[in-house]
């Protein structure tokens, strides 16, 4: 399993935006990834995945405000976030599986970062 690493979190105020990056140590390209989180108190939930192939899905709470993108030559996985909201304060994971297809389950992923707080001002 590859190791993973994320950066980009931080402070932010409602109605702003962040990239989050999640950096492997080997090749991911044979790998579905994905982004969960964690909120206080709350399990950690499916926020984002992209297929072997590019194929994208979004929890319903993130639709049309956070963008997944991978680029399989470095070895990177993005998580763009835009018009961000205080209950999307957590700690976000980055998450991969080498099978080509996400799945919305914690327990089908065997690489995972150590994730990176975003915390959202209202």
């Known amino acids: 399993q590859v190791q993973l690493v994320e950066s980009g979190g931080g402070l932010v105020q409602a109605g702003g935006s962040l990239r989050l990056s999640c950096a492997a140590s080997?090749?991911?390209?044979?790998?579905?990834m994905a982004w969960f989180r964690q909120a206080p108190r709350k399990e950690r939930e499916f926020v984002s995945g992209?297929?072997?192939?590019?194929?994208?899905a979004y929890a319903d709470s993130v639709k049309g405000r956070f963008t997944i993108s991978r680029d399989n030559d470095k070895d990177l996985v993005f998580l763009q976030m835009t018009s961000l909201k205080p209950e999307d304060t957590a700690v976000y994971y980055c998450?991969?599986?080498?099978?080509?297809?996400?799945?919305?389950?914690?327990?089908?992923?065997?690489?995972w970062g150590q994730g990176t707080q975003v915390t959202v001002s209202s």
């Open positions: 080997g090749h991911i390209r044979s790998y579905a």
């Open positions: 992209i297929s072997r192939s590019g194929g994208e």
């Open positions: 998450a991969g599986r080498n099978r080509p297809f996400v799945s919305l389950s914690l327990s089908e992923y065997g690489s």
